[in-house]
């Protein structure tokens, strides 16, 4: 059976929640809280207000407006709806509104955006984006790439953003080798000019407490400074110990009198926990009842004493922007990262209990106890990576039409020095699913990959906004790059592979124009291609090219005042040259016939309707088929774990006769999946609901309130085959308590 690119990625490391705390116990205080407003009406605080148009360069605060300036769709700041594909933002008030966790689960309600596939992953941002999985080329920071392969990914914390940015199809003519259903630009908080801050405490139903903290100033007229920075612990659900999390983000902005600008930044993200439960676990016993019912979520198919997830990452940025005085603009971006992640851990593989393996990996259960299969695996990952953009732009006007021109070069570097290994069942111990007994010594594991996985790029691009007439936008844009991928077995490794060294070079291109009708409204269409290489590492990689494509993009986007954006898209992707890989009973055959299609439509909107009410929502509807493959039987199938249709429903309402208190409610409808590529076996639907109470019940002062998930529903997110589903994250009520300075 043909292996995907967007399979592959998969970390066997998950964690899950866990504890029920009486919902009362939790909203109490918040009682209390809107009791001391309601009796002292000199210490009521009302809902802050943001200066909208106040930051227009593309990545400072959003504030509730709705069509911000961006970066992302055309590296040059440009609001969302004079860019010819669907974009959308997620403000930090909207992350700090739902005190969140992760970058993935802040995109539950993005349209075209599947979240946490494989349940909650502590270590990890998972996301699909129009069908395809975008965690390893479709993630940007600043607007330059967190690649990632293997276990060599780079981890952000929600609470280092500023804003998290979906541009939804392919971005290769911007950003060079790129996921092609969108990817998310994460951008950091850095110096605005304020002056002041936020510290909060927060704690959760699952045993997570965190302090964190947000303060800028001034050194002088010229030099800014923010330090970011948050401690967490955590117990989650089937974690057998306690973990604890660090970061700090601090940063300069230095102005020059002669218009230069330079910002320094520096990230450091320090990770010591123990996650497997929820997760790695049968379709019989999840998705469907067990001869002995269902698994519980919370159950760990793991060992405490081999169970332990270590990871140590270091960013430094350098943004310099100068204005020459002919209207030119120079910007140059660079980021040095550096990560090591250690991973040890036991987890399952569907089920058996015999000596040997005619007994074992099985779909069913084998015995009264459910028994399961176990794998012991561990890593040990360092990665590094060094990204360059620089860019020129100009704008100016030549016989009634205006231009914004950009010329740029990039380049990405990135290393992966990697050592996986594993040993399973027999080998490794089972383990009751009814009745779990930990303890089990387990034997050494056998590496079976260890090398040096290299990728460059260097890209030369070129893009020209155009304006004229009555409301037309024309967007052009074209790009070169020369990449290089290659994968150097380690000179210790036994046995030696030959390894891949392949160079290619494509061409990409986007193509838009764009509408202003009447009333806001923005009609347009646009055309594009992408490019992604292909990672293989036995010299069968040499003969492997890059994955190609192209999407065809139609819609409508509506933005009658600053707080209001609805936008309806239409969208046709072609994903072609997937490598593909089929075991021959001796080793693999490589093939690179691999073609998928998604195409469907999106609507995704917020509306203000003025009295303290707001509407946010989004509706996907896709049909994604396997268009050709070495297995000829899944053709015109949907591929596993890709879920089609999704809907979200979000209200917020500021009450009039409570001043400061902020009520939320929202729904998420996930729908079914299937769980494998034969779609023999699927995955139903779910409907979630998420609640939330903000109340400012003194001067500078925050109360905070999220629940997702209220009803607390057993769900499974999706699932790679009979043996490998994923629970899908309970209840969880948090509770956050901050100051404004």
């Known amino acids: 059976m043909a292996t995907y690119e967007w399979v592959q990625m998969i970390t066997p490391s998950l964690a899950r929640l866990m504890g029920h705390t009486a919902l009362a116990l939790i909203l109490s205080p918040g009682l209390a809280f809107a009791q001391q407003a309601e009796d002292d009406t000199d210490t009521i605080r009302l809902n802050p207000v943001t200066l909208e148009g106040s930051q227009n360069d593309g990545t400072g605060p959003v504030g509730r407006r709705a069509d911000p300036a961006t970066t992302t769709g055309s590296k040059v700041a440009a609001k969302l709806t004079e860019i010819p594909q669907s974009v959308s933002v997620i403000g930090a008030e909207e992350l700090d509104a739902g005190n969140a966790s992760k970058v993935d689960g802040a995109l539950a309600y993005s349209a075209g955006v599947q979240t946490q596939p494989y349940g909650y992953d502590s270590d990890t941002n998972w996301f699909f984006i129009r069908g395809f999985n975008g965690t390893a080329t479709g993630a940007f920071v600043d607007g330059l790439p967190s690649y990632a392969y293997g276990f060599g990914g780079f981890y952000v914390d929600p609470f280092a953003l500023e804003r998290i940015e979906v541009l939804r199809g392919p971005a290769s003519a911007l950003y060079g080798a790129a996921n092609p259903g969108g990817m998310i630009n994460m951008v950091t908080k850095r110096p605005t000019g304020e002056t002041g801050g936020k510290d909060e405490l927060g704690v959760d139903e699952t045993g997570r407490v965190w302090l964190q903290t947000d303060r800028q100033g001034a050194v002088s007229e010229d030099l800014q400074w923010r330090l970011v920075a948050k401690v967490q612990r955590t117990d989650e659900e089937g974690a057998f110990d306690s973990g604890s999390n660090i970061l700090l983000a601090p940063s300069l902005k230095y102005s020059m009198q002669d218009g230069t600008v330079l910002t320094l930044a520096a990230t450091y993200t320090r990770t010591d926990e123990d996650h497997v439960g929820g997760a790695w676990l049968p379709y019989v016993g999840t998705v469907v009842a067990a001869p002995f019912g269902y698994i519980d979520r919370d159950f ?30 120079l910007t140059n971006n ?143 844009n074209l790009r070169h790059d020369m990449a290089r991928t290659k994968v150097s077995p380690n000179e210790a490794y036994t046995p030696a592979t030959a390894g891949s060294d392949r160079d290619d070079s494509k061409t990409t291109w986007r193509l838009g124009l764009s509408k202003e009708i009447a009333g806001g409204l923005m009609a347009y269409a646009s055309a594009s291609t992408f490019f992604n290489p292909n990672v293989e590492t036995t010299s069968a990689g040499d003969a492997i090219g890059p994955e190609t494509g192209t999407q065809k993009e139609i819609g409508l986007k509506w933005s009658p005042s600053e707080r209001s954006l609805i936008t309806l898209s239409l969208f046709d992707i072609d994903r072609e040259n997937i490598s593909q890989s089929v075991w021959n009973g001796a080793g693999y055959d490589y093939h690179q016939i691999g073609k998928v299609n998604s195409r469907g439509i999106e609507i995704e909107g917020k509306y203000d309707f003025g009295a303290g009410l707001r509407l946010s929502g989004s509706v996907t509807s896709m049909d994604v088929k396997v268009k050709d493959d070495v297995d000829t039987t899944i053709i015109g199938n949907t591929p596993y774990a890709t879920i089609e249709k999704m809907a979200s429903l979000k209200v917020d309402y500021d009450l009039p006769s409570v001043p400061g208190l902020t009520l939320t409610a929202g729904l998420r409808y996930l729908g079914s999946s299937q769980a494998d590529n034969a779609n023999t076996l699927k995955v139903p639907s779910v409907t979630l609901v998420d609640a939330g109470v903000s109340y400012y019940f003194a001067p500078d002062w925050n109360a905070n309130l999220a629940v997702t998930n209220l009803a607390d529903e057993r769900y499974v997110s999706s699932c790679q085959t009979a043996f490998t589903c994923y629970y899908g994250e309970g209840r969880r009520v948090s509770l956050a308590v901050s100051h404004s300075f």
Do not use: C
């Open 334 to 476: 660079t980021r040095l990262g550096w990560s090591k992640v250690d991973e040890s851990q036991v987890y399952a593989y569907g089920y058996g209990s015999g000596p040997g393996y005619d007994n074992l990996f099985l779909a069913a259960p084998s015995d009264t106890d459910g028994t399961l299969s176990r794998i012991y695996f561990q890593h040990d990952s360092k990665a590094r990576t060094v990204l360059n953009d620089l860019r020129l732009e100009n704008d100016f006007s030549a016989g009634g039409v205006e231009h914004r021109l950009m010329f740029g070069l990039d380049a990405k570097w990135f290393e992966l020095d990697q050592v996986q290994a594993s040993i399973s069942s027999p080998s490794a111990t089972g383990l009751s699913a009814t009745n779990p007994v930990y303890g089990a010594v387990q034997p050494d594991t056998v590496p079976y990959a260890d090398n040096v996985v290299r990728q460059t790029q260097i890209g030369l691009y070129f893009q020209d906004q155009i304006k004229w007439g009555d409301g037309w936008i024309g967007t052009v």
């Open 300 to 329: 760990n198919s793991g060992e405490p004493g081999y169970d332990e997830y270590k990871r140590d990452q270091l960013t430094l940025s350098a943004e310099i922007t100068h204005d020459f005085a002919n209207g030119w603009k």
